[in-house]
């Protein structure tokens, strides 16, 4: 099945800056890779997904980038702010029949400094 | 439109007790589906249903089992419980497929003593 690893599991920046967080995934039929924020206490709520046909894409501070060569994927977020602190979770899901379960990685705690 | 709710929303059971968690969604969604959260282990995959009547193993099905008589709900039954089975539980639903958004509960938070 499916395995997917995400670094770093904590990261703290100085508000402003940017953060990046890295996944990697095991099964190359997999061809959506969506992102969750979950704020304490709260359900996860997506935030950001790309499919393989597309290298890029951003909605305002938030970017994804996806290389499938290399079977990795990452999330950036710019100019940080305090409501950017929570968990952060990556996920990559399948199409064929069989692998098409949604898997995550274990999470980023992500802390912005004001 | 209420979205996915689940309750309880707290529950403290002993060991080798039975349970069913609730999950009701009224979006219509076709998938519906239970995962467990644990510290540092993110979000793992119990069972899934891709409409009333089929349901399917996930990731960590032992303990747990699931029914889908109605598109709406999906509960989750605890057999025995077991400390093991200590933790926060979500349920979430999609259109119909795992490569949608997936529409989280607020969760379930289980202590088994």
């Known amino acids: ?114 | 439109n209420a979205g996915v709710t689940q309750t309880p929303k707290f529950q403290v059971l002993k060991t080798g007790q039975s349970m069913t968690l609730q999950c009701a969604q009224d979006m219509n969604h076709e998938y519906m589906s239970w995962y467990r959260q644990d510290p540092g282990m993110g979000l793992r995959l119990i069972h899934y249903s891709v409409g009333a009547g089929i349901t399917d193993q996930g990731e960590v099905p032992n303990g747990y089992n699931v029914s889908r008589s109605t598109t709406e709900d999906f509960p989750l039954r605890l057999l025995s419980a077991a400390p093991s089975q200590t933790s926060v539980y979500f349920c979430a639903s999609s259109w119909t497929g795992f490569d949608q958004p997936q529409h989280f509960g607020d969760g379930t938070r289980l202590s088994i003593l």
């Open chain 1, 1 to 114: 099945g499916e395995n997917v690893e995400q670094h770093p599991s904590t990261l703290s920046v100085q508000e402003g800056d940017s953060a990046v967080i890295k996944c990697t995934y095991s099964d190359s039929a997999s061809n959506y890779f969506p992102w969750y924020k979950q704020e304490l206490g709260k359900r996860p709520q997506l935030i950001i997904d790309i499919r393989s046909n597309v290298g890029e894409k951003k909605d305002q501070r938030i970017a994804v980038t996806l290389n499938k060569t290399a079977k990795h994927f990452s999330l950036h977020i710019t100019e940080t702010q305090p409501e950017d602190s929570a968990v952060y979770f990556c996920a990559a899901s399948g199409a064929d029949f069989g692998n098409e379960k949604l898997t995550f990685g274990t999470g980023t705690r992500l802390t912005i400094i004001p």
